[in-house]
């Protein structure tokens, strides 16, 4: 099935056209080196703060758009300007009357308490547990990254909730449950995704699949300012745009195949 035929059967259903939800990138720069990352490849960069703002305004002027994420590939926490960006969309919403859901998603290396109450979402990748952890996200420490989601567990208030997710890759079931079982106390929620590579689809492991969401659902602008169809796109392989040349609100989806080789809507 390729993107068109897909598209088709979202206009027949009545999805809407264009998506609510906007991975917006501050950088694709990692202190890790987890075994699950596909990300490896792209020149590594720090959004501008004029990018940021011209991102900021095209998708003000996107009425539909209602849930902006502050992360795609990299760890968001290090560019030094991501406290302005939080504020930013906090004061502008404020202004235009209009409820912006925001989230952070990080891998808990640095601490996060800043963000506290200033973002109603906080996502924090994990590993596994302990030993696990550190296995498979080579550069972290598990004491370090249980600390710091422990202090925000702590110290927040109503607003901003906690959820912890980790990529299954080989960890037996058993494992699993133990993961879940040992966070569902600590934090909001707690999500296990199963590995996505795009090399899975080689196998055929793609071939039976539904409709993904993703593409009438989200967008993803890059750090240096490309627009690409989802969170999945790392690479910036389906780039099909850029807020430089155009505005998000004329942007149309590409026509190719680029969705047969994704395994994400299998999982």
């Not at 979202?10 to 720069?29: Q, R, S």
């Not at 596994?128 to 249980?146: F, I, K, P, T």
């Not at 090399?199 to 240096?224: F, N, T």
């Amino acid at each position: 099935m390729n993107l068109n035929s897909i598209l088709r059967a979202y206009d027949a259903i009545g999805l809407p056209k264009f998506p609510v939800t906007v991975n917006l990138e501050p950088t694709n720069a990692c202190q890790l080196r987890c075994k699950t990352c596909y990300r490896q490849g792209r020149p590594v960069g720090f959004m501008s703060p004029e990018m940021f703002h011209l991102a900021a305004s095209q998708i003000y002027e996107v009425p539909t758009i209602s849930i902006i994420k502050l992360f795609l590939a990299g760890e968001p926490l290090l560019h030094p300007g991501l406290s302005e960006m939080v504020d930013h969309f906090s004061e502008k919403k404020t202004r235009l009357g209009k409820r912006y859901w925001t989230q952070i998603s990080t891998n808990g290396s640095i601490p996060f308490t800043d963000y506290i109450d200033r973002v109603d979402s906080i996502n924090v990748s994990l590993g596994g547990l302990g030993q696990r952890h550190e296995e498979n996200r080579a550069g972290s420490s598990w004491e370090a990254v249980h600390q710091n989601i422990m202090d925000c567990a702590e110290t927040r208030r109503c607003r901003t909730k906690i959820s912890v997710n980790m990529v299954q890759t080989d960890e037996p079931d058993s494992e699993i449950e133990q993961f879940m079982t040992y966070w569902q106390d600590k934090v909001d929620s707690v999500f296990v995704a199963r590995y996505h590579s795009p090399k899975l689809a080689v196998s055929g492991a793609c071939q039976k699949r539904g409709q993904c969401l993703y593409l009438h659902h989200s967008i993803a602008i890059l750090w240096d300012g490309r627009v690409t169809t989802c969170c999945s796109d790392l690479q910036g392989a389906n780039a099909y745009g850029d807020i430089h040349a155009g505005h998000l609100k004329g942007m149309k989806q590409p026509t190719g195949a680029l969705c047969e080789t994704c395994d994400v809507w299998k999982l």
